[in-house]
């Protein structure tokens, strides 16, 4: 099993920027396709962005419009999520999520569905004033 625990999140005023990151720990990280998610209040939680295990591939929600940007370490264990002109409507926990990889060099089926990750962090709140 992989634990995993978010760091990063914070206040930023629109239009600024923020970088998220998820510290891995407890097995072999390179095993594990990883994603971010986000929740915001009264809403249901969301898909923001997903990688590979190998790293290489990755996918956006339609919202993110080029504004962030997945990476990972496979050496330093860690997965991040760079949020590059942030809007009031990106308020929300952010998740990291991760679920053991077939190690395709595509995408999995279900890469940004949440029901199909297995191993959840506890979430960083990011909040843009406007």
């Known amino acids: 099993q992989v634990q995993l625990a978010e760091s990063g999140g914070g206040l930023v005023q629109a239009g600024g920027s923020l970088s998220l990151s998820c510290a891995a720990s407890?097995?072999?990280?390179?095993?594990?396709?990883m994603a971010w998610f986000r929740q915001a209040p009264g809403k249901e939680r969301e898909f923001v962005a997903s990688?590979?295990?190998?790293?290489?591939?990755?996918s956006y929600a339609d919202f993110v419009e080029g504004r962030f940007t997945i990476t990972r370490d496979n050496v330093k264990n860690t997965v991040s999520l760079q949020m590059y002109n942030l809007k009031t409507e990106d308020t929300a926990v952010y998740y990291c999520?991760?679920?053991?990889?077939?190690?395709?060099?595509?995408?999995?089926?279900?890469?940004?569905?949440?029901?199909?990750?297995?191993?959840w962090g506890q979430g960083t709140q990011v909040t843009v004033s406007s």
């Open positions: 999520a991760a679920d053991l990889s077939s190690q395709s060099s595509s995408l999995r089926p279900g890469h940004n569905d949440p029901s199909s990750y297995d191993y």
């Open positions: 990688i590979i295990w190998i790293g290489g591939v990755t």
């Open positions: 407890g097995d072999t990280f390179y095993m594990y396709d």
